[in-house]
Every structure is written in C-alpha cells, then in structure tokens.
C-alpha cells in the first residue's frame, strides 16, 4: 500500500535526520565551538522550516508530494558532502541548514499524505503507526551517529550519512508512476483549492491554535533535549557511543507508548494523553541535572520519551482533524512554522544561559515550560 511507502520513507528520512544532528553537533564541539553555538547550530535546523513550511504546505495541497520528497532528499544529502570535502565551523553550519530544508519538504509531505491516503476508520491507527516509523529513525539515528562519530570520525560520517540521505530518491524513482496516481492530486484539486481567509484564518480557529500551541511545547522540549544532552553528556566524560545510547533511549520509548497509543487515547481521552506526556517531560527534565550516573540518565531519557512519544502523533491527528477541506497541508504546514518558531529562539536562548549559569537551568526552565503546557493541555479536556 502506498501508505506503507510513505512510512518507509519516512523511517530512512527520520533515522538520517536524528543522526545528522548528532554528528553535526559532535563536529561542532570538535572545531572548538561553545554551547551557544551549538545551540545556534540546532536552530538552523528549524529556521527552513519557520518560514517555508506554509508554502511547502500550500504547495502539497495543490500539486502533491513527489517532487517536493525529491527536493528533501537532494537538499540534506548535498548539506552533508559540504563538511566532508571542507570540515569548518561554515560548512558544519550549512549543512545542519539544509538539513532544515530537508526536514520541511518531508515532515509537511509525509504528515499530510498519511491522513490523505487514510479513511476516517484507519486515520488514528496510520497517525500512531506514523509516527512509530519516527520512533524507529530517532531510535537508530543516534545510535548510527554516535557509532559513526567512534568508528570513522566526524568527516567519514557525514559522507556515509549523505549517501543514506540519498538513498529515498532511487525509492522514488523506482515507484515514480505508480506514485503520481495516489500522491498526486487531480487537476481539477490544483485550481480548486482556494485559500479562503489566509493562513492566519486557520490560527483564529481556537481548536487549531490551542493544539498548535501544544504542539510548539512538544517539538521545542524534544529539541532542546536532542540539542544539549549530548552537549550535557560530553561535559561529564562520557562518549560518544554512551551519549547516542541516551538520546536513543527517548526514541525507544516513544516507540513502545506508540504501540499501545490508541487504546490509551480510547481509555482517557486525547487531551488528557496529552496532559499526561507533559507532566512526564516535565519530572524528567526537573531530574536530569542532578544525576551524572549514564544508566540514570538513560532511565530519565526514556521518561522524557514516553511523555513526548505520546503527545507528538496526537497534536498532529487533531491538526488534521480540525483543519478544513483541502487546507490539511497548510495547516500542517502552519504547526510546522509554529514549532520551528519556537525551535529558532529557544536553543539560542537556552544555550545562552547554559554559557552564562550551566546546564541545570537550562533543563530547569524546560521544565517550566512542560509544567504550563501540562495545564492548557487539561484546560482543552474541560
């Protein structure tokens, strides 16, 4: 089924993606650079996103997802050759730019051809499996980065990386026709998909702004802990190895609540699965700073990824849900920009204070902000 197709790209896309900010952040603090920078680095990875994931969305609606999935694959590949022949800080952040880049196309696409390809019966079960293929890539993106990064060094793995970002185009050109039959829209969608009210018309709908916000909570607390865990981690000895085994034990524990999220969904209720995920963010985070031991961190890594593994396919099930005809991928496409938004500023500012006091603010307030996304997730429910 092309859904299944869809998944299958979308696996290679995440496991690259998760190991590209690994091993960009690694090369970072080799080259000499300070936790701001990586924390600028991070941020370039969500700036594409910020300003072109409406358009990128728009663009879906009308003339559907091939070519813009061509576009993601070419673009991270060519960032990941550009440390590999000139290893600088330059090139290091480019390539985590057009990374971004790469990140828009798939994410806007791929989040909108799964409800597409669904019908109303099989949404929430493609939604959950959706974003099991994201449990998957961030599983073993970081352990491929981090093995990388011991094995071969910081420029051989940008190599081997870009060629595992390439490997989604053969994929495509293998299926090309048989895929513009079922991804593509018909002509009469192209002109009829009229854009009544403008984008911000979608933000003043409360159902879609309450759940955007949410999700703005989500995307920039799983960010933070992607971007300085292992800046965290390297300031306590570990390697490079332990640290991906970390980050990669939040990924294995989205996966297995993804599993089990739709009879949970079923037993609660969406909003209060979703307030749920934010107090475990929020207890795991609070914890971290405290706690130096690998196997300790390991244990609050995966708490943090029960409460982001949960939340994260909800807000987008909800987007989609509320979002009117025709306008699925620009509202995808608007919770996109909102999260990378938010994604820009916050490692900029959280690294700063991280270079000023330390990292144990800088969990700290994330916790805060899990906190107040833990009461307007309750407020929806009531």
Known sequence: MTVNFIFALNVIQCAGLFANKIVLALFALELGASPILVGILTALFSTAAATLAVPVGRLVDRVGGRWLLVVGSTGAGLGLLLPYFIPSMLTVLLAGTLGGLSLVFYNVTTQNLTGLLSTPETR???????????????????????FLVDHVGHTQSCLLLALLAFMPLFMLAARWKALHYKIDPPPEAKTDNIQKGGTLALFRDV???????????????????????????????LSASVIGIIVAMNATAAFAIRVVLPRMIAWLSAEKVLALSFVSGALSLLLIPMFHHPLILGLLAFIFGLGMGAGQPIVTMLIFQFSPPGRSGEAIGLKITTNHLTNVVSPIAFGAIATAMGLWPMFWINAVMMAAGTYLAWEKDN
Do not use: D, E, Q, W
């Not at 159902?207 to 300031?235: C, D, E, Q, W």
């Open 124 to 146: 929430a079960r493609n939604f959950s499996n959706y974003s099991l293929t994201n449990s998957g890539g961030s599983l073993l993106g970081p352990l491929i980065g981090g």
């Open 207 to 237: 159902r879609i702004r309450k759940t955007i916000v949410s999700a703005s909570f989500l995307s920039s607390g799983l960010n933070l802990f992607s971007a300085y865990m292992p800046v965290y981690g390297h300031s306590l000895g």
